[in-house]
């Protein structure tokens, strides 16, 4: 087996995360009373929350953020009680909770998801703790329970829930294979294969899902002070501790290629991880802003979800070139570059970033251009069931591009293999050989 390390500092994952959730919740009150804050979380229980569905124009920036740190705060519960072997997968999972909780996903409709997946590690007889990440990420689907419920009544969308929970790890797995690493948003292409036999059900039984686009306006300057503070944030601190050595480790971690799993936690100081979340926090928050795009819900969560993965495999050499892409390729389709779908697109991408880092930029353009048109149309027959649409697309890019790509292409950079990232830093010790079974499944 190979060596694998945990560092030192994998303790204060959880509470470091708590500190986010509660900060988001202290954020949204702020933003709106009591009262204000309570209508607007009931808003948003009883939205369908099909994409795209921003919370910010659902209820208000107040209520939208208190939903995500709520939800937040629910995922380090869960993570702790269960107990997740802590790594750079649970530094995403949080990422994509409190992103996606500005749209799409909600302090109510991701229970039976969740609670499904727990049943299926009890008929396993397997710990929750195998599958936590998994259960929690697959609320992608959520706004499958919000649809039934709204249309049937709360047994039907429950019910559903349930079922989408506990079938989704087997499916997840194999997925993850045949997208050879090079989709990072591996979850999201099982969850648009489990979408394409929903809907169409859906639609069987004379129900009528359809996408939308509720989308918000006009709070650039305040949500870009507040990302732009908590990038720094997290930038700050890492560079603070040994900032030299910090800068050493990110070079390395700058050439890496991201293929998945590529769990920086367990691969390089703190410092460097930290600084990692902050520069691509900075890096997405400025693009949107400089493109002439909007920060709200759907944005956010965007953002969000890049700086998790930058614990997983996201760095600004691999994630550049797909946002590039994404730009280049809006100045050839019919589509506006800053049209709220390639918005998101720009964003959400990235998760095909490991085709830039292994092999060259040039190909993380290609992907990039690629996937802004193939994410236009992947969803439609989706209905905006799975909110993690571009995780689709990307997975259906990953792979036609993939064997293409080592069939043609030689690997264009060279890339630190893990044995050789273990000894450069000696703040790491051995992991056992059980967790770190989970961890790479999860």
Same mark, same amino acid.
């Given at each position: 087996? /190979?060596?694998?390390?945990?560092?030192?500092?994998?303790?204060?994952?959880?509470?470091?995360?708590?500190?986010?959730?509660?900060?988001?919740?202290?954020?949204?009150?702020?933003?709106?009373?009591?009262?204000?804050?309570?209508?607007?979380?009931?808003?948003? @229980?009883?939205?369908?929350?099909?994409?795209?569905?921003?919370?910010?124009?659902?209820?208000?920036?107040?209520?939208?953020?208190?939903?995500?740190?709520?939800?937040?705060?629910?995922? &380090?519960? @869960?993570?702790?009680? &269960?107990?997740? $072997?802590?790594?750079?997968?649970?530094?995403?999972?949080?990422?994509?909770?409190?992103?996606?909780?500005?749209?799409?996903?909600?302090?109510?409709?991701?229970? $039976?998801?969740?609670?499904?997946?727990?049943?299926?590690?009890?008929?396993?007889?397997? !710990?929750?703790?195998?599958?936590?990440?998994?259960?929690?990420?697959?609320?992608?689907?959520? $706004?499958?329970?919000?649809?039934?419920?709204?249309?049937?009544?709360?047994?039907?969308?429950?019910?559903?829930?349930?079922? @989408?929970?506990?079938?989704?790890?087997?499916?997840?797995?194999?997925?993850?294979?045949?997208?050879?690493?090079?989709?990072?948003?591996?979850?999201?292409?099982?969850?648009?294969?489990?979408?394409?036999?929903?809907?169409?059900?859906?639609?069987?039984?004379?129900?009528?899902?359809?996408?939308?686009?509720?989308?918000?306006?006009?709070?650039?300057?305040?949500?870009?002070?507040?990302?732009?503070?908590?990038?720094?944030?997290?930038?700050?601190?890492?560079?603070?501790?040994? $900032? &030299?050595?910090?800068?050493?480790?990110?070079?390395?971690?700058?050439?890496?290629?991201?293929?998945?799993?590529?769990?920086?936690?367990?691969?390089?100081? /703190?410092?460097?991880?930290?600084?990692?979340?902050?520069?691509?926090?900075?890096?997405?928050?400025?693009?949107?802003?400089?493109?002439?795009?909007?920060?709200?819900?759907?944005?956010?969560?965007?953002?969000?979800?890049?700086?998790?993965?930058?614990?997983?495999?996201?760095?600004?050499?691999?994630?550049?070139?797909?946002?590039?892409?994404?730009?280049?390729?809006?100045?050839?389709?019919?589509?506006?570059?800053?049209?709220?779908?390639?918005?998101?697109?720009?964003?959400?991408?990235? !998760?095909?970033?490991?085709?830039?880092?292994?092999?060259?930029?040039?190909?993380? &353009?290609?992907?990039?251009?690629?996937?802004?048109?193939?994410?236009?149309?992947?969803?439609?027959?989706?209905?905006?069931?799975?909110?993690?649409?571009?995780?689709?697309?990307?997975?259906?890019?990953?792979?036609?591009?993939?064997?293409?790509?080592?069939?043609?292409?030689?690997?264009?950079?060279?890339?630190?293999?893990? =044995?050789?990232?273990?000894?450069?830093?000696?703040?790491? =010790?051995?992991?056992?050989?059980? =967790?770190?079974?989970?961890?790479?499944?999860?």
């Amino acid at each position: 087996m /190979a060596k694998t390390v945990v560092p030192r500092y994998h303790r204060a994952i959880l509470p470091g995360s708590a500190v986010f959730g509660l900060a988001l919740v202290l954020f949204g009150m702020t933003q709106a009373g009591p009262r204000e804050t309570l209508e607007g979380l009931a808003a948003i @229980i009883r939205a369908e929350d099909v994409l795209i569905t921003d919370y910010i124009a659902v209820a208000g920036v107040g209520p939208a953020f208190v939903n995500a740190g709520l939800v937040t705060l629910v995922t &380090v519960l @869960i993570l702790k009680l &269960v107990g997740d $072997p802590l790594n750079g997968a649970t530094i995403v999972t949080v990422g994509l909770m409190a992103g996606f909780s500005l749209f799409g996903k909600n302090i109510a409709n991701i229970w $039976p998801i969740i609670i499904g997946t727990g049943l299926y590690a009890l008929l396993r007889r397997e !710990t929750f703790a195998r599958h936590v990440n998994v259960a929690l990420r697959a609320t992608a689907l959520a $706004p499958v329970v919000s649809f039934l419920s709204a249309e049937v009544g709360p047994a039907a969308g429950i019910i559903t829930g349930l079922a @989408i929970g506990f079938f989704i790890p087997p499916v997840a797995e194999h997925a993850h294979k045949v997208q050879n690493g090079m989709n990072l948003y591996s979850l999201g292409f099982a969850c648009g294969l489990m979408g394409m036999i929903l809907v169409p059900a859906f639609k069987a039984f004379g129900m009528e899902p359809a996408s939308a686009l509720v989308w918000s306006e006009g709070n650039n300057l305040l949500l870009g002070i507040a990302l732009a503070a908590l990038c720094l944030f997290f930038a700050v601190v890492g560079l603070a501790r040994k $900032p &030299v050595e910090t800068l050493r480790a990110y070079w390395s971690l700058l050439r890496t290629s991201g293929r998945a799993p590529s769990d920086y936690v367990r691969t390089f100081p /703190a410092g460097a991880v930290l600084l990692n979340i902050g520069l691509n926090g900075l890096i997405a928050t400025g693009w949107i802003l400089l493109t002439g795009g909007d920060l709200n819900g759907a944005t956010i969560g965007g953002i969000f979800t890049i700086m998790g993965f930058s614990a997983y495999g996201k760095h600004p050499f691999n994630i550049l070139p797909v946002m590039a892409g994404v730009l280049l390729g809006s100045l050839t389709n019919h589509v506006e570059f800053n049209a709220p779908a390639l918005q998101l697109a720009a964003l959400f991408g990235t !998760t095909l970033a490991p085709i830039a880092g292994t092999f060259g930029w040039p190909f993380g &353009v290609l992907a990039g251009l690629i996937h802004s048109s193939v994410v236009l149309q992947a969803g439609l027959p989706l209905e905006g069931m799975n909110l993690y649409n571009n995780g689709f697309s990307g997975g259906l890019i990953a792979i036609v591009l993939y064997p293409i790509l080592t069939t043609l292409v030689k690997r264009r950079r060279p890339v630190l293999e893990e =044995e050789d990232l273990f000894a450069m830093f000696e703040q790491v =010790e051995p992991q056992d050989p059980e =967790e770190l079974g989970r961890h790479r499944e999860s």
